[in-house]
């Protein structure tokens, strides 16, 4: 087996950690509350199940394929969002999201949730780049706040590579 490219950035047990107490404020927040999550793939789909273990067993659970990247680089644009369908009239709906980079990506999907009927929509993310936003986008859970580096691993990936990676690494910059 190779080893992947980069830095060891985030450790899995920090991630486990966290992701376990985001999933106990996440609980409380929605205490006695209908929950809707939507998870948006591919990138999520680490975080998603490990959160969902710490959350509600009667949360229910959407899943959308959107995409802004290719490569290591964003398009600017969002694809897939046509396809996103749900039924979220009244509901609270939870988006996660692997990473909150230029914030295009989760303005486009709050902005669909509340038009399929959303009461509230709120946002977790694992990780959050600090950098200039695209689109004004807050995340009311963030799992670790990052410099803007391309990482790798727990479901981050780089042309669909290193998703299966149990903790984060950090690639050099330029890559």
Request: net charge positive; with cysteine.
């Amino acid at each position: 087996m190779t080893r992947p490219p980069g830095q060891d950035y985030i450790s899995s047990a920090r991630i486990r950690r966290r992701v376990r107490e985001l999933g106990c404020s996440i609980r409380k927040f929605y205490k006695n509350r209908p929950l809707t999550i939507v998870a948006l793939l591919k990138g999520s789909v680490f975080f998603v199940v490990d959160l969902l273990r710490h959350l509600e067993p009667s949360t229910e659970v959407e899943f959308w394929t959107v995409s802004s990247y290719q490569g290591t680089r964003s398009t600017g644009r969002l694809q897939g969002l046509h396809a996103c369908r749900g039924n979220f009239r009244g509901r609270d709906v939870l988006l996660i999201d692997d990473i909150l980079d230029s914030g295009l990506t989760l303005a486009y999907t709050r902005d669909h949730a509340k038009k399929l009927g959303a009461r509230q929509v709120e946002i977790c993310v694992l990780l959050s780049k600090k950098r200039k936003r695209v689109r004004a986008v807050t995340a009311r859970w963030v799992g670790f706040h990052i410099a803007d580096r391309y990482v790798i691993g727990y479901g981050l990936d780089m042309d669909q590579r290193y998703r299966a990676l149990p903790s984060i690494r950090a690639l050099p910059s330029g890559v």
